[in-house]
């Protein structure tokens, strides 16, 4: 894997998002809950407009996927027979001395809170255990006895629910193989090592989409799967050159799948490039596996050729949180601004992904100014996020949009009344145009429907 020649941004982004309403620490006031994370006011917008974007490429702009809502809580023999009970394990090693819990096949990685910060088990003191394999499955009750009988688990991905759904899908949808089924979802792993703020955390957001096809297809629908979510990946305004694809070599192929690439993004500093997608040949593992462990056919039959089989299944997989940090992460920057001592800080967020699309500021609070900025930020609400900001210089109110990545500013003057035009100001070129009052709401949407 190359390593990363990008600076590490993520101190500042942990603190930029905290300040600003991106995403604060779980229950913060009792100490914080370990690895999960809250999104604010600001947060919640760009996390739903990128999840907007993907069901939107993924089911409404396309006839083969149909969507799909799941439950979180499902049979508990789903997940004997997915694997997960018996294989979703990682290996655990304790130090006896400081007492730190590792993940034994990630040991470079690690770092032992003895000083000087070495690998642990390097330090003289160290005193490792064997390794012991852990599941990652959280487990609960369900109804009002904790016995074994009523043990289910909180889903550690969205697939299965796919799975189990396969036909019922299929049949009500009238769809023929090839097609997929699509959804967004909370998954759960009790991470060993979770960490780097919302990268790997405990609780997490999967957008998932499993496409069947026929059997002696599915490299053909893997390759096509590969380009068209790298593609989607650029789309966001991920720079090319902090993605690349990771191939799996046989010993790493996860216990289901025939071929798997990951997509990779540049996240900088020490943790470098790492999977933010995984796309995957499941080939029939899944279907076979329910098949076998419901005692029903899952078979799809395929009127025109008069035959029965089960699908092979291409899954793309990709994590909304991570992804939203890939985001935040390649649009970061700070930069001089010219004819001004201070610099600012920008988030270059693609506009349809940015929170706020449209910032509205009275130049001064006389001359019904105000009034005007209000009436207009109130008319583009009803179509895009907007915002209104009557305090402190324009300097300083352009400054806070820039930090959250708004990418227009439309500015009430002087001269509005009288030529109902309003001046906008772009985030990244800083350029200004004089646009009409009523043009003002197409304008911006023209700009961030691309
Ligand atoms: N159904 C296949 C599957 O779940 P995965 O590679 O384990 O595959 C897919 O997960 C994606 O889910 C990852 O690429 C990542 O974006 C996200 N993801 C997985 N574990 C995560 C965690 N602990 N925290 C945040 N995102 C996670």
Known sequence: MAASTQPDVMDKLVSLSKRRGFIFQSCEIYGGTGSVWDYG???????KNLKERWWASMVRMRDDVEGLDAAILMHPKTWEASGHVAGFTDPLVDCKVCKGRFRADRLEDARCPQKPSRQPGQHDAC???EPRMFNLMFKTFMGPVEESASTVYLRPETAQGIFVNFLNVQQSA?????????????AFRNEITPGNFIFRTREFEQMEMQYFVEPGTDMEHFEQWKADRMAWHTSLGLSADRLQFHQHA?????????????????????????????IHNRGDF???QHQQFSGKKLEYYDQ???KRYLPYVIETSVGADRTTLAVLVNGYREEAVAGEDEGRVVLGLHPALAPIKAAVFPLTKKDGQPEMATKLADEL??????????????GKRYRRQDEVGTPFCVTIDSESAADQSVTIRERDSLAQVRVALDQVRTWVQDRITA
């Open 381 to 394: 609400r009803r179509f895009v996020a907007a915002d209104y900001d009557a305090t402190g210089s324009i």
């Open 174 to 186: 009238r769809q023929k193989v090839p097609f997929g089924i699509a959804q967004i979802g909370k």
């Open 286 to 288: 899944d279907l076979a």
């Open 41 to 47: 006011p600001l947060g919640v917008e760009l996390k």
């Open 304 to 306: 025109q050729a008069n």
């Open 250 to 278: 046989a010993g790493e192929l996860a216990h289901y799948a025939r071929a798997a690439f990951d997509i990779n993004f540049d996240f900088g500093g020490t943790l470098g490039f790492q999977e933010i997608e995984g």
């Open 127 to 129: 005193q490792l255990t």
